[in-house]
């Protein structure tokens, strides 16, 4: 009676049901919620737990409302008068640096749970493992050996790969065509299990093509690996252990997830492969060996937040592996041994690797030492989108000046037959918010009353992740 479960899945009639008690009651009650928890009315709150606070499934992207979780969850706290407390392992670089300078009070665990080592993390060369003749499918010899061993042990194994599908590029080896989604501007993904080619950004399938457009010859070939096809390999290469695979495909039925979770903690499964969601918070006590099978694809984004990210889920997922004894191994495959990250991962020094990655943002001036807000403008037309986004910008910088690049396209350019562009604002974060809000308010007003804007859709993203 004193707990409230409260998700966004809850039925009208639920909502209200718990709106009535918040507000009416006099109890003590303790709430857990998802991430749209901080938006229910509360009478009186005393404390607001943030767990696993560098998350970034914290940020709601599409639709709006685009706020983060977390920081919203610290001024709904503020607002009461009670206490956030933000608590991770890996905490977000910009957290980590308010609580440094004093922004944020700052409460260290040094121990493991019970004591326990952290696992022995091992970076393995692909390249070279290559060259061995070590690597069978999109495993090295000593990610096979772990994989092995810990089977024999009676031990269980999750091997992480963070793209769902079976090989991410189809591509024609005769020229070179790659078969691309009509409506968005990517690659398709191959799906062995529905036998399609799959847009993962509108979700349009594709059939196969037989014989290439581009050519006429036959010759469309399937490249990389994603979830499916690591499965598929896995299995092969031990027909004896029970495998379960963890991903946008295998959730997405009622009781998916819970019947994955619930069979590898029975040890009905031996092995489990799986997208992003393995590294999440899992707590199974004879997982001894995690695989980390591409770390390139997570290392090597386009993005100002990639290496935090990339640092964020390996530590995270190496955290799965010896919860409950001192023999966890971590194997992560690479063809790019010498990026500093793996050092920092290797010795799980998330200080050091936090010392490295504050410095590059203040060098590149980014957050926490600016605030970004990016500029969105989508367009069916890709002259308009163009034409719309340069008058957007020139008009930003006659304001701000150089506070503002762009307009630029960002990785994916085209999704659900709109074109995008971006335009990034810096802004010092000391500096009015609220001022910059209604400088584009007034931009937005302008270009909307000299019909400038017909036919785009124009937002903001402050704060991305
Ligand atoms: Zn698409
Ligand atoms: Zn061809």
């Known amino acids: 009676d004193k707990v409230v479960i409260y998700h966004s899945k809850f039925s009208d009639n639920d909502r209200v049901d718990i709106w009535k008690k918040l507000l009416a009651s006099s109890e003590p009650c303790v709430v857990i919620g998802a991430r749209s928890a901080v938006f229910l009315p509360f009478a009186s709150l005393g404390l607001v737990i943030v767990d696993e606070e560098h998350e970034s499934a914290y940020k709601q992207q599409d639709p709006a409302p685009r706020y983060n979780g977390r920081d919203a969850a610290i001024v709904l706290a503020s607002m009461h008068g009670a206490k956030t407390l933000l608590g991770s392992a890996t905490p977000a670089v910009d957290t980590y640096y308010k609580a440094l300078t004093g922004r944020f009070g700052l409460v260290e665990l040094t121990e493991r749970y019970e004591g326990l080592r952290l696992p022995q993390v091992e970076i393995i060369d692909m390249a070279a493992a290559r060259k061995r003749g070590e690597v069978e499918g999109a495993f090295s010899l000593l990610t096979r050996r772990l994989v092995n061993e810990s089977l024999q042990r009676g031990e269980q194994s999750i091997l992480f790969i963070n793209r769902r599908g079976y090989a991410p590029i189809a ?31 509108c979700g349009t399938p594709y059939g196969v093509p037989d014989v290439c457009p581009a050519c006429k010859e036959p010759g469309i070939e399937v ?81 100002f937040r990639a290496s935090e990210r990339a640092f964020n889920m390996i530590e995270q997922v190496a955290g799965r592996a010896g919860r409950k004894s001192d023999n966890g191994v971590v194997a992560v495959q690479t063809y790019n041994p010498s990026h500093p990250l793996f050092d920092f991962l290797v010795r799980h020094d998330y200080k050091g690797y936090y010392q490295r990655e504050i410095q590059e943002r203040q060098r590149y001036n980014y957050p926490p030492f600016v605030r970004i807000i990016y500029v969105y403008i989508k367009h069916k037309d890709p002259a308009a989108v163009s034409t719309i986004a340069f008058e957007f910008a020139s008009r930003l910088r006659v304001l701000l000046g150089n506070r503002v690049s762009g ?22 974060t000391q500096a009015s918010i609220s001022k910059v809000k209604s400088l584009l308010n007034d931009i937005r007003i302008e270009m909307t009353n000299s019909r400038q804007l017909s036919g785009a859709v124009l937002y903001y993203d402050v704060d991305p992740m």
């Open 223 to 303: 490249l990389g690996y994603g979830s499916e096809r690591v499965e598929e390999e896995i299995d092969s290469l031990f027909p004896t252990a029970a495998i379960a695979r963890m991903d946008l495909d295998t959730t997405r039925s009622k009781d998916g997830y819970e019947t994955i979770i619930d069979n590898f903690s029975k040890g009905k499964s031996q092995i489990l492969v799986g997208t992003q969601m393995v590294t999440k918070g899992l707590d199974f006590g004879r997982v001894s060996m995690v695989g980390v099978i591409n770390a390139d694809s997570i290392v090597n984004f386009p993005d």
């Open 407 to 428: 307009p630029d396209e960002p990785y994916v350019a085209r999704i659900q037959t709109l074109y995008i562009r971006r335009i990034m604002l810096k802004i010092e």
């Open 171 to 201: 591509r024609c080896k005769l020229c070179g065509y790659v078969p691309k989604c009509e409506n968005c501007d990517v690659s398709l993904t191959y799906h062995r299990h529905s036998d399609k080619l799959i847009c993962h950004y």
